[in-house]
């Protein structure tokens, strides 16, 4: 996908609106939609034959990928999450269960620092929060660089972006460094 430059739009501004977007989904229709939303990411042609996916732990207001962690453990993936490991530094750590996963840096659940690791180019597949996508894959998160970094040294690995339908902007601006998925997904669509 290509990279495109938007200076008439923040990001700043986009996160704002992305997040009242998030926030403004009904409690009641959270599960359903993050429901629909696994099940749309894994009729991803790209998604079957993966030997091991990095996922994540999901905050309250985020597309819980839980329903699509166990289906993909269910087809004997390996399952890693990631860890902050200092600023703007992720570890990768395989668990065979979500119950061992802890609350840590800004609430967001992630491994015991003695969980086994798991080496970046071992991933066949991530599966990424983010504030806001636009339908080109370009990706605006939370500031401080992680998956950027991350996704930086796994150019062959396959990346969905996931989100509800309200965080889909028109286009998200980019700069050299920041990561694009080969995929996204909400409830209602899949932009591959």
Known sequence: MTRHS????SKARIRLQA????QSVPDFDRATLSAEACWRLLELPRVSGVRTALVYGATPEEIDPTAAIRELRARGVRIAYPRIDGPGTLTLHEVQHESELEVGFLGVREPAPDAPLVPPHEIDLVIAPGVAFDAHGRRLGYGGGF???LLSGMPHTYTIGVCFDG?????VPTEPHDAIMDAVVTPTTAHA
Do not use: L
């Open 6 to 9: 938007d200076p008439g739009r």
């Open 19 to 22: 997040r009242s977007a998030r």
């Open 147 to 149: 998956y950027d970094r």
């Open 167 to 171: 965080q889909i902007v028109d286009e």
